[in-house]
């Protein structure tokens, strides 16, 4: 070795224990080094003082080796780097079945020292901290502690090319989209060991894992670590009017075929020369900088974790959201957040790309709504909304808030009637799947005060090679809104002679093949969109615009998820954009789910329906007073606004990242359909199958043709009672009946009347899956008294919901304090603050305090006095009340 670029180091996370592993894997990085004409110099293991680990790493450590290599004569420094990056990943396919290795680094310019250790012991378990000799240029350290995934050693930060704070909500979409694209892979740099570099994204690794594949394979690739980045975690720009034209057009070149990993993220990354760091586009987590005399940059999170005299820094500062700065050890050279964009932005004449290739879908057609000439007569328009579940109650109250003031309707909280699956009533299959929501280590954004960072914009067409950059790859259809009026869609089946052809799948089944039916079209439409892919549609039209008497609408949200992931099992999906085109999705959820599980762009054209019957309806009244163009548009902008809510409560920005990253769990959809149709999606009761599903579009397509009408009348929408309670309709666990008993109890105080309350409350059907639980007495017989808890401290585990004051009178409030504390147990003060006069016993001896004090951003109330008076801290983040 005659110098430090002559010399590799892999490092080798065997299986604790496990000689017949270790023997094997050595043999098989002897073959694959030896194959490219590497030399092994020899095994060493590394020195390690096993106190400084507790006990559950002690208990799953590894046995750690380093495997020194040496560079083959003639061979160029980055040749060799990405020569050893293709002897990783050969290795880890040739031994994934091996249980509990790993390779944190293989390289001739990065080494990982890392372990599951508390940070202060991470010195004192690797001894080769120790050598005075050891000298480097670049330092990457993380202090992380496991949220999402449970602790590991492979886990640990910093990964192979650098440390993230934060956390990518869209990391399932974000795995799926990268596992798609890999169908598009070529490049000279890897030539035919192409298919080495492919299965990149693995599972049980955690979305910082995920992220660091992707930006390895992007640097070795080709690409800058500055480039790698910004295609990952690009800043925000629609908005940003202090951008130069030039930077723009990359920030839009970059989107036509990769979309943003979002979620807040703070980044140190390096590829051995720099040393780069970076923020999201909302610059929710923190990075500062300094930078000393001798030349020094030291990046951190906190302000103090590195102590340094004041009078040796040059320059110190703090990233903003999407700003980066860089050093190169190789040239000395700082670079800061606009010339590294500049820089960027001047690498390809991406303007012109754009110009050249872009097609705005405003330019072709009006983006404003637009009054169709033909629309549905009035007995066909109720027939199809009765087929789509349409009723009276979405025409009360749903859509008019939406047409008048472009706003969603606005209910109060509680949802008291059954679960979709336990539901005797038909329900639409978006009733089945749950918003998830960011917790505390991710947190939601305000979709009305960054609204400038978000975006719902899209792009229609195929997507092309991630690894290369060529005029060709933002060849696409630019979309301001991803939520189609009819007339733009019109247009889009019609792009033809622009390089978009696209074809209409008919997502309907006929009546006649009954239930069985809609499962023999979804592998219709599987087979049906793979031809088409396989003939160069790149725009692939789900319409159920058929149906009829004799035909049966599939549910848009199987449709979509079904195709979307047929397409990507077999690598074709980034051929095409897949667009729905339906009379069943015409709400926020509904339209959410369908982006969530693959839709490029969304067609409600039932809902616009809806909404110009109702302007006409109202014609001469002045209830709604608006034109139907003006309706159509507030009615986009309500489910606008709605998407751009469900997207920041999971801290997502962008539309693009929200496609296809199925941020819902099912509740009561079975194994069958979500294998099938909503791959990866957690359901975990299991629940209706495609029989069962199809029934329910059955009964509702039964109600819309089979019902006699007289000439001239329009069918009957009915009144579910899904929001507001109707003897017919959905049952609803507060009824007229079980408030009446409770206040007729509260007022006499007689047992009787208590348990008559009971008796109706309880008598009806299950609504939750708690009411599914029955007791099974045991089977050997009573439980002997003495193994049996005491009541007092049973009662011990009793606790309040957390009211605030506020939401509950000061009586009723300090009434629930002094009960859980005369039985031991436990009342939650809510958001709202507590009296202080509480915090003392009352004369009589009781006591009104409550035991777990709530904390909430921006709330009023809470003081160091308030705090010490709690047992129990409970933080509540994100609920929104004040700015």
Known sequence: VKEDGDLAVAVFFFPQGNAAAMKDIKAIAAEVTAKRGISIIGWREVPVNLDALGKIALTSRPDIEHLLLARPEGMEALQFERQLYLCRREIEHRTKEVQSFYMPSFSSRLISYKALAMPAALRAFYLDFEDPDYEIAIALYHQRFSTNTFPAWPLGQPFRMMCHNGEINTVEGNRNWMTSREEFFSSPVWGD????????????????????????????????????????????????ADISDELRAFYQYIRSFSEPWDGPAGLVFTDGIKLCASLDRNGLRPSRYKITDDGILYIGSEAGAVVLEDSTIVRKGRLGPGQMISANTATGEFKYDRQIKDELAKQQPYRRWIDEQQLELSKFVSPNAHVPEIDFAPLELSR?????????????????????????????????????????????????????????????????????????????????????????????????????????????????????????????????????????????????????????????ILSDRGTSADRIPVPALLAIGTIHHHLNRIRMRMRASLVVESGEVRDVHQIAC??????????????????????AADAGKGKLDITAAKAMSNYRKALEKGILKIMSKMGISVLNSYQGAQTFEAIGVGKEVVDYSFTGVPSKIGGVGFEEIAEESIIRHRAAFETAVASGATLDLGDPGYNRYRKAGERHVYTTEVIKNFHTYVKSGKPEDYEEYVRVAL????????????????????????????????????????????????????????????????????????????????????????????????RFGVSAYYLVNADELEIKMAQGAKP
């Open 384 to 540: 199809q909304q009765v087929a789509n579940g349409i009723s009276l109650e979405e025409l009360d109250m749903v859509f008019p808030p939406m047409i008048k003031g472009a706003q969603e309707a606005v209910f109060s909280m509680g949802d008291d009637i059954p679960l979709a699956v336990l539901s005797t009533h038909p329900r639409l299959l978006y009733t089945y799947f749950k918003q998830l929501f960011a917790q505390v280590t991710n947190p939601p954004i305000d979709p009305i005060r960054e609204w400038a960072v978000m975006s719902l914009g899209a792009g229609l067409g195929p997507e092309r090679n991630l690894l290369v950059e060529t005029p060709e790859h933002c060849n696409t259809v630019s979309l301001d809104s991803a939520i189609l009026f009819e007339h733009q869609l019109e247009k889009i089946k019609h792009l033809d002679e622009h390089g978009f052809p696209a074809l209409v799948l008919d997502c309907t089944w006929p009546a006649a093949s009954g239930a069985a039916g809609m499962k023999v079209r979804l592998d219709e439409l599987c087979k049906e969109a793979e031809a088409a892919v396989q003939q160069n549609r790149n725009v692939l």
């Open 594 to 615: 369908c982006f969530g599980f693959g839709a490029t762009a969304i067609c409600p054209y039932l809902g616009y329906a809806t909404v110009r019957q109702l302007v």
């Open 193 to 240: 060991d192409i298919e080495l570099v492919k299965n990149l994204m693995r599972h049980g690794e955690s979305d910082s894992a995920s992220l660091d594949h992707a930006l390895e394979l992007l640097i070795l690739s080709g690409r800058s670590p500055e480039h790698a980045m910004c295609m990952l975690v690009p800043p925000a720009y629609r908005n940003d």
């Open 763 to 858: 008598e009806t059907n299950p609504v939750a899956i708690k009411d599914l639980i029955e007791f099974a007495p045991a089977s050997s017989g009573p439980v002997p008294i003495e193994e049996v808890e005491p009541m007092e401290v049973i009662r011990r585990r009793f606790t309040t919901a957390a009211m605030s004051l506020g939401a509950l009178s000061p009586e009723a409030h300090e009434t629930l304090a002094i009960a859980m504390n005369r039985i031991g147990g436990k009342s939650d003060s809510g958001e709202g603050g507590e009296d202080p006069v509480r915090y003392k016993p009352y004369a009589n001896g009781d006591f009104a305090r409550s035991y777990i004090k709530q904390i909430a951003s921006g």
